[in-house]
């Protein structure tokens, strides 16, 4: 009982855009007693104190190891993606709970030396698949419940990435929020990958690409497009007798069948305050079900690994014909 009372001091190591976002929906947070934002941690000394004084945050680091300084219990890690795990790794050996930030690592592998970590530190290490939080998913969670196992489901996850992230693989950075979703809404299934193309590259690095896997009984599109010029994050679900389509970003979802016509709004918290909560939850003790685990993150990576394996092999074939 004492520690669900306890006030969780919590850094946040990463303060770009999305982790001054973070940062804003701890300090929320803090109005229900649960945390105290201790710290923010970024290279960039500028911005971290420009974040620490905007939010009234009593330290700013540009080292995460000083964080063993200060009385920090957790840590969310929001560095870009090519350091999360080694950042992630060096928090942790402080003993210190983490939420990382998708996808965790770049390689599978990685993913499970965190996991060591944990167990032998024995701390709370959670990923940070934000969707699995959101309002729309709980309404496709509940559809699927009642009309059973989709046929095919279709995923459009398509924006103007910003220059910082065209860097990095839009199948790490997108197309890995979608395996995940994937995974919780059907559960854990054997995976197939049929066909995987990267429709365009930029510098080497895959920009827009298009797979298709099956999972256990179902059939998976991914479609994720880092060039078009408007967001759309939306799926599709085609079950035996119905249709179904979501919209994340109008948080709305239209379901037709013989009998029913209909559109939902689904209602509910900002996912990211939602997914800090149970992380801050969780640590406390607080039994919550569906919380994604460092093993998620495994199993999400090795779906991504095989699709840009497949996306690698198609673009070699195709040079060589032209």
Not at 69 to 83: E, G, W, Y
Not at 114 to 132: H, M, N
């Amino acid at each position: 009982m004492g520690l669900l009372l306890s006030v969780l001091g919590i850094a946040v190591v990463g303060v770009g855009r999305w982790g001054s976002n973070i940062v804003r929906v701890v300090k929320e947070l803090e109005s229900e007693g649960i945390a105290r934002l201790v710290a923010v941690v970024d290279v960039d000394e500028s911005r971290v104190k420009e974040v620490a004084s905007k939010y009234s945050i009593p330290n700013y680091l540009t080292d995460h190891f000083d964080l063993s300084k200060l009385n920090v219990s957790a840590a969310i890690i929001s560095v870009p993606i090519d350091l999360l795990s080694r950042v992630a790794a060096d928090v942790m050996s402080l003993g210190i709970n983490v939420l990382i930030e998708k996808p965790v690592a770049l390689r599978a592998e990685d993913v499970l030396k965190l996991k060591k970590i944990a167990e032998d530190v024995k701390i709370v290490a959670q990923p940070g698949f934000i969707l699995r939080f959101d309002p729309v998913t709980h309404e496709l969670k509940t559809l699927i419940h009642n009309y059973g196992i989709p046929k095919y489901m279709i995923f459009k996850r398509l924006s103007r990435r910003p220059p910082r992230f065209r860097k990095y693989s839009i199948v790490l950075d997108l197309m890995i929020h979608d395996v995940d979703l994937t995974r919780y809404l059907l559960g854990r299934k054997g995976f197939t990958v049929e066909h995987a193309f990267v429709k365009e590259v930029e510098d080497g690095v895959e920009q827009t690409v298009y797979a298709v896997i099956r999972y256990g009984e179902a059939l998976i599109t991914y479609v994720v497009d880092g060039n078009l010029p408007i967001k759309v994050r939306e799926v599709e679900i085609t079950f035996k007798d119905a249709y179904v389509k979501a919209d994340y970003m109008k948080r709305l979802v239209v379901v037709r069948s013989k009998e029913l016509d209909s559109t939902l709004r689904a209602e509910g918290e900002e996912p990211l305050k939602a997914e800090v909560r149970s992380f801050i939850l969780r640590i406390k003790g607080v039994s919550l079900e569906n919380l994604p685990t460092l093993n998620d993150a495994y199993e999400a990576l090795r779906i991504i690994q095989e699709i840009r394996s497949r996306c690698v092999l198609n673009h070699k074939l195709n040079s060589i014909a032209k």
